[in-house]
């Protein structure tokens, strides 16, 4: 168990919605980071927020968002949700933004079904 | 950018033998890290081992071993006395010092054969 926790695990919905996936890092940990697995791109890195503020961004699409909130815990909307936006979606958290550990802690991931 | 490189994509072998998993790396930095990470069929990414670019001593932790060559820019990992349950995904990943969001390589499907 690494810690992180996200929820959904698994989601289904129709193309054109929007869904809200959540993350709650380790405890204490300030940085959480979002990926995106899917079957043609492999796993991506998309956004990284570190205590509250974004501090890089990756091939996340405008579609997509993200926050993290006071509580450190954090948020991934996708809306106008596309076939191709099925993938597995990862949160990982780790204590500093970056520097010596360079260690991160992955949640089981949510699994995105667009239909 | 950084980049990383698993050319083969399925390896299958039988109970009991070994399997050494190739990782080829890009980077213009000279102070990065490297991991191995393990994908399970539920799915989950669990960490294997970690090295940073200063140690190129290679170690042994249990059945797991891992060769790291900076000359050419490799990161091999080994399995030894593969079990069913070492049947996963398993990647090579990438990250620069200064920030933790990782480069991943595509994979390497492992099926250990009973």
């Known amino acids: 168990d690494s810690g992180v926790t996200q929820t959904p695990k698994h989601l289904i919905t129709a193309t054109g919605q929007r869904v809200t996936l959540r993350c709650s890092p380790r405890?204490?940990?300030?940085?959480v980071y979002w990926y995106q697995q899917s079957l043609d791109q492999g796993l991506q890195f998309l956004i990284q927020y570190y205590n509250g503020e974004e501090r890089a961004k990756g091939n996340i699409l405008e579609r997509f968002s993200a926050q993290q909130f006071p509580d450190l815990h954090s948020e991934l909307n996708l809306s106008s949700l596309e076939l191709g936006d099925s993938a597995l979606y990862f949160c990982?958290?780790?204590?500093?933004?970056?520097?010596?550990?360079?260690?991160?802690?992955f949640g089981e991931g949510s699994r995105l079904t667009v239909l | 950018a950084q980049k990383v490189t698993q050319a083969q994509t399925e390896i299958s072998v039988v109970e009991k033998e070994d399997v050494t998993l190739d990782c080829v790396y890009e980077t213009r930095d000279t102070t990065y890290y490297l991991f191995w990470y393990k994908q399970p069929p539920s799915g989950e990414l669990v960490f294997l081992i970690r090295?940073?670019?200063?140690?190129?001593q290679n170690e042994i932790s249990g059945r797991y071993s891992w060769n790291f060559q900076k000359s050419t820019s490799s990161f091999n990992f080994t399995i030894t006395a593969s079990q069913v349950v070492d049947s996963a995904v398993y990647f090579c990943a990438l990250t620069i010092y200064g920030n933790n969001r990782l480069a991943f390589g595509k994979g390497n499907q492992v099926v250990v054969i009973p």
């Open positions: 405890s204490g940990d300030l940085s």
């Open positions: 990982a958290s780790s204590a500093v933004s970056g520097g010596a550990d360079g260690e991160l802690f």
């Open positions: 090295r940073n670019s200063f140690d190129e």
